[in-house]
């Protein structure tokens, strides 16, 4: 929820204050940054995985506009 809040604007103490008010829990602003930068490298590295190793030459292209 905190990631969604902070990408429609709000800043760390607007999330602050609505978790306490709609929530009714207490949470430090200070923590709410770090907590969004977890998630933030989480989502980048679910999204961006590392490619699989390729082996030069293993492949022969096919051009299909290429004559023969």
């Not at 204050?17 to 998630?39: G, N, R």
């Not at 490298?41 to 999204?47: F, L, P």
Request: net charge negative; aromatic share 4%; with cysteine.
């Amino acid at each position: 929820m905190v990631p969604s809040l902070s990408a429609k604007g709000l800043t760390t103490g607007k999330i602050a204050i609505h978790f306490a008010e709609v929530h009714d829990v207490s949470v430090s602003k200070d923590s709410i940054s770090p907590t969004i930068d977890k998630v933030v490298s989480a989502m980048m590295e679910w999204a961006n995985p590392p490619l699989d190793q390729i082996y030069p030459g293993g492949v022969d292209r096919c051009d299909p506009l290429q004559s023969s």
